[in-house]
């Protein structure tokens, strides 16, 4: 599991790129959630671009999507297969989008190197409503998740006998803790706001902390999802926050109701996910 963007929100952050993670299992890659900047981090991360396989987009604010036809462009040289793409619409016209709005740049592409059209290496699946997906050796669930107003899912990926489970954005959810149920990783959100009033404006904070709390979860929140799910790990990323705070303020809030191994989302973090039968072991 490579954290390649751990920032929550959109607004640009020192340290930490747009939201995206990578789990590599069995020479496969699945690319969950695809802020701008995504294929330089990948490659910076020393993944390689032709093992990607799969895209998942939990919901459609920027931070979490502005890449997800760019990736695949820049990924185009590389690809011998379609890539599935699975998320809620309009993923599919973001797509027809980008290829109309980067229509000269493929024609030149397509005519200098003699490569098929993108779109024949996209493979796009859009969502309404929970559903499985196989794709190939892994298994991909998606459930509605509740971040308001935007539809939003999370997902869950059972691959080689390892799970993991992404939460997506979300206020605490039991939707969440259905779907990572007994899941060996749960990549869970989470906001720290314990200091946000000192760093908005007294008009603001109000309003502001209102909002994120209704569609974010908080690290003890997100560590009770976890707990109740039965999670075997627990990983907070991506991590907003309105003013300095560290990985040991967060971990703290979220010991108190999680007793699992906690790991707070850094970009180019690593976190193995051991199979069942080695947690057993």
């Not at 790129?17 to 490659?43: K, M």
């Not at 973001?94 to 024949?120: C, K, N, Q, T």
């Not at 509740?146 to 979300?170: K, N, Q, W």
């Not at 779907?179 to 309003?207: F, G, I, K, W």
Request: charged share 25%; with cysteine; hydrophobic share 40%.
């Amino acid at each position: 599991m490579v954290v390649l963007g751990s920032a929550g929100g959109p607004t640009p952050k020192v340290g930490r790129r747009p939201v995206a993670h990578a789990l590599e299992v069995a020479d496969e890659i699945s690319l969950v959630d695809c802020g701008n900047g995504v294929a330089g981090q990948l490659v910076e991360a020393g993944l390689d671009l032709a093992k990607l396989r799969r895209i998942l987009i939990t919901h459609h604010h920027i931070d979490h999507v502005a890449d997800v036809a760019v990736v695949l462009h820049l990924a185009w040289s590389q690809l011998r297969a379609p890539v599935r793409v699975i998320g809620p619409p309009p993923l599919r016209r973001l797509f027809e989008l980008h290829y109309e709005a980067f229509e000269v740049d493929i024609r030149s592409r397509m005519a200098d190197e003699g490569w098929p059209h993108l779109r024949d290496l996209v493979d796009v699946i859009e969502l309404t409503s929970a559903e499985t997906v196989d794709c190939g050796p892994a298994r991909i669930t998606a459930a509605p998740v509740e971040h308001p107003p935007i539809p939003s899912f999370g997902y869950r990926i059972d691959v080689a006998g390892r799970s993991v489970c992404f939460s997506g954005d979300t206020r605490p959810s039991e939707a969440v803790a259905d779907l990572a149920r007994d899941v060996d990783l749960l990549v869970h959100e989470t906001t720290y706001l314990n200091n946000a009033a000192s760093y908005l404006p007294p008009e603001r904070a109000q309003r502001v902390l209102t909002r994120m709390r209704s569609v974010h979860s908080e690290p003890v929140g997100a560590a009770r999802i976890a707990a109740a799910a039965r999670a075997r790990a627990l990983l907070l990323s991506p991590v907003g926050a309105f003013g300095p705070t560290s990985d040991d303020e967060i971990r703290r809030e979220a010991r108190s109701a999680y007793s699992g191994p906690i790991s707070i989302g850094r970009d180019f973090l690593r976190v193995p996910v051991p199979s069942h039968k080695e947690v057993r072991n």
